[in-house]
């Protein structure tokens, strides 16, 4: 019987050490995910910041190149495209990527591809904000729905794309993308609100620089840098 009460002890106390290791590890465990929690948030402010960085960098580079442009302006007019093989050769932007060599060396027709193709998705977040009633987000989708180019005038290509804001609502644009400019113009299909003028570096850019325009006092009241979504 002294025997049987020891053993019957024994198995009492395993049980209650085995809990109480049930119990430490339970405290352990949650304090492992408490901890990994606390890291998943430490690297999301991590991301979150060099996101801004990055972005700020893309401002930063736009009025950068914009500076060293107008230092190095060429001597052609406003909606004038300058011919790489001479100083003072200048051409209408019309005539470029048009399928004819306007150019002597035939320059305007080297670079006609376009970064607004259907299907291409760009998206960025505005600054400068200045804009009233027309435009109050702070995040811009734009989508490429449709894109036509017809041969009696391939200097430009007609859009149809749909512009989302703040991933709440969204909107039809019609638009072009002008060759000879390197910049995609956007304005709505029906009613008011705001127009656009994407302006690519080159038929190659993964990004553009927007300026959202008030379709009331015809002003650029906004702008946003949106990059080609991957």
């Known amino acids: 019987t002294i025997m049987a009460g020891l053993v019957a002890l024994a198995i009492i106390l395993l049980a209650a050490v085995q809990v109480q290791s049930f119990a430490d590890r339970d405290e352990v ?7 990994l929690q606390g890291k998943l948030q430490d690297l999301q402010h991590i991301l979150d910041e060099r996101a801004q960085t990055r972005e700020q960098r893309f401002r930063e580079f736009h009025e950068l190149r914009a500076r060293v442009h107008s230092l190095t302006e060429s001597k052609c007019g406003r909606r004038e495209f300058h011919c790489e093989d001479s100083e003072v ?14 150019c002597h060396d035939g320059s305007d027709e080297k670079h006609c591809e376009n970064p607004a193709y259907a299907g291409a998705t760009f998206h960025g977040n505005e600054f400068n904000n200045k804009c009233e009633h027309d435009f109050n987000a702070e995040h811009i989708h734009v989508d490429v729905i449709e894109e036509k180019r017809y041969n009696d005038f391939p200097s430009i290509s ?8 703040d991933d709440k609502s969204s909107k039809m644009y019609k638009g072009v993308y002008s060759y000879g400019e390197k910049a995609m113009v956007l304005y709505p299909e029906h009613g008011n609100g705001f127009g656009m003028i994407c302006r690519f570096d080159t038929d190659e850019s993964k990004f553009c620089h927007a300026e959202f325009i008030s379709l009331i006092s015809r002003n ?5 840098i949106l990059t080609l979504k991957k």
Do not use: F, P, T, Y
Not at 29 to 35: I, K, S
Not at 89 to 99: A, N, P, T
Not at 220 to 224: F, L
């Open 158 to 165: 007609l859009l149809d794309v749909k512009v989302s804001l």
């Open 220 to 224: 650029v009241c906004a702008e946003a």
């Open 29 to 35: 465990n949650e304090m492992r995910l408490n901890d």
């Open 89 to 102: 050769h200048c051409i209408h932007d019309i005539l470029v990527c048009d399928g004819a060599n306007d």
